[in-house]
């Protein structure tokens, strides 16, 4: 489920601004180590509230600054533009936390274990889970119900249009950047909880948010929910059965709705 | 920009006297052997540097010519590699059905590759590219009976006249030369370049005008991978063996650099971006470890403020020069 933090940022960012953001797992790393730090300052509940907002800060920073440039230039320029900013933040991140695995203790409420169905499940695991489904339900409220969400999908659509309505498309496209980056933070915030956190993740978890997002269909939110289920379900069972080649289960399945559904599980199909 | 972009195509690079230009850079291969015949660093150096401008100037017939951004081919710079280390470590071929098998197996691997990938465009192919290449390290790291695993193939023995550095040297420079030559006069000055471009700048006219476009990016990715397969399989003659960093991210991510500095709309513009990436890479590693810092940063601005490349901007500077001096002639 924590996936599905990473996948939906990455799935928002491109459906409205059309950006695929390569730097979403640089995002997400940068969560990570933001609540471990912050976690060390200040007590744990405060660091993890804290850490995303300031992912979200720096995403929108970084929108206002490079991205908003690059808009109108080809595709290309913008992939690259992100695969600069991996690059920076990669090498940024080593040289404050260093090249060695963090890991953050956990609060003692999350700790322990609870008794379900006749297995132990740890708290943390509970946790992690609750905090996705949530973030879930949110956006996809936020997206569908309200006027907020109304005018993002407008600006998804038609931003020519929606713009001579009289909406700042451009205050639209930073809020969802920065949208985009909070949830990344978050899912690093959370994943910091669950595993240590190490440099050069960046890259191996932007690849999994990617192959999610190709399996649930581009800028569909309930896409890469049901996206990140599919691929949480059989990476599971790929370690279960060939613990050495988990990951392959992963990209027979994305070759394969590649080859019958180019345009993902829930997607609408490319139009060139 | 379309028209002056295929104008300056026309008139830019080697023009058509390839044969001239094949003799004149195999002369000059061998002056610099016989100069630098007893020193090794700078024979290693100058042979680093022509395996990159190789890769960089394949890796361009997609990204410039072609408009695909490709992030995979670093997996096949690792295919080619490892198949000639393999070939002649394991099954002991000499170094030159080894350099020949190498590109085919490389090509093949890029048709698979590129059929799946081709499914889609822009972003989405870059990404898929980006996984094949992935898929195609972990592979190479994980089955360790095959290929070593992180311990690499090292023992490449070299024997005859390639045995000694300078002959290893003028072999590579050779094949270099060579290949470029091909790569100008059969994929970018000929009917299929322009059908390239063509796909590049108007995908549906293209098609309307009947070509068939994704059988030419699917042939344009093949060809760069063949290319690709001889730098691979020449990066690990140069340096003794295969290593699975031969076909890591940061391996895919060498071409695309130097071609994006050099100037993606440009034959020369990888060949400069190669010979400034290197030489970058060995002035930066005497201060800090941070080259991807470095690297990332000096791609952001080239992005922002030179997209397309220092070569068109140093030639824009130099048509305003002599303008500014009155000789239009040259401008």
């Known amino acids: ?272 | 920009m379309t028209e002056t972009r295929f104008r300056e195509h026309m008139a830019s690079g080697m023009g058509r006297s390839y044969s001239l230009w094949l003799l004149a850079l195999i002369i000059a291969a061998i002056l610099l052997t016989y100069l630098f015949h007893s020193n090794i660093f700078v024979l290693s150096l100058i042979q680093e540097l022509a395996v990159m401008i190789l890769f960089a100037t394949a890796y361009n017939l997609m990204l410039g010519f072609s408009g695909l951004l490709s992030f995979g081919h670093g997996g096949l710079f690792g295919i080619g590699a490892y198949t000639l280390a393999l070939l002649m470590v394991k099954v002991k071929l000499s170094a030159l059905w080894a350099l020949m098998a190498a590109p085919l197996l490389t090509s093949i691997a890029a048709w698979g590759m590129g059929w799946l990938c081709l499914r889609l465009t822009g972003v989405y192919f870059a990404f898929l590219t980006l996984a094949f290449s992935q898929l195609i390290w972990a592979v190479i790291w994980k089955w360790r009976s095959l290929t070593g695993g992180d311990d690499g193939i090292i023992g490449i023995e070299l024997s005859g006249a390639i045995g000694s550095s300078a002959g290893l040297f003028l072999l590579i420079l050779i094949v270099v030369i060579v290949c470029a030559v091909l790569i100008k006069m059969l994929l970018i000055d000929s009917q299929f370049g322009f059908a390239l471009r063509l796909i590049r700048e108007n995908p549906r006219r293209a098609r309307a005008i009947g070509i068939n476009v994704r059988g030419y990016q699917l042939l344009v990715f093949c060809a760069s991978g063949f290319f690709t397969g001889i730098a691979g399989a020449l990066y690990a003659l140069h340096s003794g063996g295969a290593f699975v960093e031969y076909a890591s991210v940061a391996k895919s991510f060498e071409p695309i650099w130097c071609s994006l500095v050099g100037g993606i709309y440009t034959f020369v513009g990888p060949i400069v971006g190669a010979a400034l990436m290197l030489g970058l890479d060995h002035f930066i590693s005497r201060f800090t470890e941070s080259w991807a810092l470095f690297a990332g940063a000096v791609l952001i601005i080239v992005v922002l403020f030179a997209p397309e490349g220092i070569v068109r901007l140093a030639e824009c500077f130099y048509r305003r020069l002599f303008r500014r001096v009155g000789v239009e002639k040259w401008a």
Request: net charge positive.
């Open chain 1, 1 to 272: 489920m924590n996936l599905f933090l990473l996948a939906s940022g990455l799935s928002l960012i491109y459906g409205v601004l059309g950006v695929v953001n390569f730097a979403h797992g640089s995002f997400y790393l940068i969560g990570a180590y933001f609540c471990y730090t912050c976690a060390k300052l200040c007590p744990f509940w405060f660091a993890f509230v804290i850490a995303p907002l300031a992912v979200g800060a720096l995403g929108i920073i970084t929108e206002l600054c490079l991205l908003r440039k690059v808009y109108q230039s080809e595709h290309i320029y913008q992939l690259l533009l992100t695969w600069g900013l991996v690059l920076v933040f990669g090498d940024l991140c080593k040289l404050v936390w260093g090249v060695d695995k963090k890991t953050l203790g956990l609060p003692t409420v999350l700790a322990e274990a609870m008794r379900l169905f006749g297995t132990k499940i740890p708290l943390v695991q509970i946790f992690a889970t609750l905090v996705a489904a949530i973030v879930a339900a949110l956006l996809i409220i936020v997206l569908y119900k309200t006027r907020i969400g109304a005018l993002i999908r407008a600006a998804a659509a038609d931003p020519e249009v929606t713009s001579a309505l009289g909406v700042d498309t451009r205050k639209v496209y930073t809020a969802v950047f920065g949208v985009g980056c909070w949830l990344a933070g978050l899912g690093g915030a959370v994943s910091a909880l669950l595993m240590p956190i190490y440099a050069g993740s960046d890259l191996e978890l932007v690849l999994v948010a990617f192959i999610i997002v190709v399996i649930g269909g581009m800028g569909s939110i309930i896409g890469s929910l049901v996206g990140s289920l599919i691929t949480g379900l059989l990476y599971a069972l790929g370690i279960l059965l060939v613990p050495r080649f988990a990951l392959a289960f992963l990209y027979v399945l994305m070759v394969g709705v590649l080859i019958i559904r180019p345009w993902g599980l829930l997607g609408r199909p490319q139009i060139d």
